[in-house]
C-alpha cells in the first residue's frame, strides 16, 4: 500500500471535513447514533449494598456472605461498538451534476460517521473497494485514527474503475473478527451482490447508504451526446434530442432503483438515499428516528 502524500491542500480540507462534520455530529448525529446503536451487551461494573426495590437476582451472594448483609452487582451497558466503513470508489462515483461528485459525497459521509462512532467510543475501520478491495484500515478509536482514515478517503488513488459489490462484502466479513454496524457507501450500480448482501445483513447490522445524483434518474433534452462508461470506457451515442429516450432513460433508472430497494427489504438491510446537492443531514436523521422507533 502506497502511503499518502500529504500536501497542504490535503491537510486543509481533512480540517474543514472535521470542522463541518464535528459540527453536525455535536447538534445532531451523536445523540442519535449513540441511541440506535447499542453496545453488545452489559458488563459488570460494581458491587454496591443492596436497597430496597432493586432486582433480588442482581444479588452477589459471595460479598453477602463476607460482609453479612445484602449486596448486589452493578451493570453498565458495554458500549464499544465496531464499525466498519465500506466505501465504494470505483468509477461511476466520479460522476456529478452539482459542485461535487458522488465519491465526493461518500468521503464527508463516511467522515461524519467515523466522528459519531468515535464520539460513542467505538472502533472504527475502513475498506474501499472498486471491483478489487483498494484499501483496508484495521478498527481502532480516537481521532488521530479517524483523520487518517479522511485523509485516505479524500486522497486515495484507486487501480482500477469497475464496481464489485459482493467481493467487498466477503472481504469485509474475512476481516471483521466481531459483528459489527457495516455502513456500505455506494450508488449500488452493480449487479449480483444478493447473496452476498444477504449473508453480510445476518451476521452484521448493514445499512446501505446509496449516493445518488438526480441526472441519473432523469435527464433534460440534451440533444445527442456521446456518453462514456465511466467504469468500462465504452462510449455510444445517446439520442438524448429524442423524447421517447429520455422517457425510457426515467423508465430504466426508476426500475433499477425499486430493485434495489426491494433487495434491501428482503434482506433487512436499511437504505438511505442521499442526493448530491441536496442536505443529507435529514435522510440520516429520518432513519435515526424511524430505527428508533422500531426498537
Known amino acids: 500500500m502506497e502511503p499518502v502524500m500529504l500536501t497542504k491542500e490535503l491537510i486543509a480540507n481533512v480540517r474543514r471535513i472535521e470542522i463541518r462534520t464535528r459540527r453536525i ?26 436497597q430496597p426495590g432493586d432486582d433480588v437476582r442482581t444479588i452477589d451472594w459471595n460479598v453477602t456472605a463476607r460482609f453479612g448483609r445484602p449486596f448486589i452487582k452493578k451493570f453498565v451497558e458495554e ?25 465526493e459525497h461518500a468521503a464527508e459521509l463516511a467522515a461524519l460517521l467515523a466522528f459519531s462512532a468515535i464520539r460513542n467510543n467505538d472502533r ?5 473497494f472498486t ?3 483498494e484499501l483496508f484500515v484495521p478498527p481502532r478509536k480516537g481521532r488521530r485514527h479517524v483523520l487518517r482514515l479522511v485523509r485516505d478517503l479524500l486522497a486515495w488513488e484507486r487501480t482500477r474503475a469497475g464496481t464489485d459489490i459482493a467481493r467487498a462484502l466477503e472481504s469485509m466479513m474475512r476481516l471483521a ?27 452484521h447490522d448493514v445499512v446501505a447508504l446509496r449516493i445518488m445524483d438526480r441526472r441519473e434518474v432523469a435527464l433534460p433534452r440534451l440533444g445527442n451526446v456521446w456518453v462514456e462508461d465511466a467504469e468500462s470506457g465504452e462510449i455510444q451515442l445517446f439520442p438524448g434530442s429524442s423524447q421517447p429516450a ?30 448530491c446537492g441536496e442536505d443529507y443531514v435529514r435522510p440520516l436523521m429520518q432513519f435515526f428516528r424511524a430505527r428508533e422507533k422500531r426498537r
Open 124 to 128: 472504527v475501520a475502513l475498506l474501499l
Open 177 to 203: 473478527d466481531r459483528r459489527a454496524i457495516v455502513f456500505l457507501i455506494s450508488d449500488l450500480l452493480d449487479s449480483g451482490f444478493d447473496k452476498a448482501l444477504a449473508v453480510a445483513a445476518r451476521r
Open 79 to 103: 458500549r464499544e461498538l465496531t464499525v466498519f466503513l465500506v466505501v465504494d470508489v470505483s468509477g461511476s462515483g466520479d460522476f456529478g451534476s452539482t459542485d461535487r461528485s458522488k465519491n
Open 25 to 50: 455530529v455535536d447538534e445532531l448525529t451523536a445523540g442519535a447514533y449513540h441511541s440506535v446503536f447499542k453496545g453488545r451487551g452489559m458488563e459488570f461494573d460494581e458491587v454496591r449494598e443492596y
Open 131 to 133: 471491483d478489487d478491495q
Open 246 to 275: 429520455t422517457q425510457r432513460f426515467g423508465i430504466e433508472a426508476g426500475g433499477l432503483r425499486l430493485s434495489q430497494e426491494e433487495l434491501c427489504r428482503k434482506t433487512g438491510v436499511d437504505l438511505i438515499d442521499i442526493t
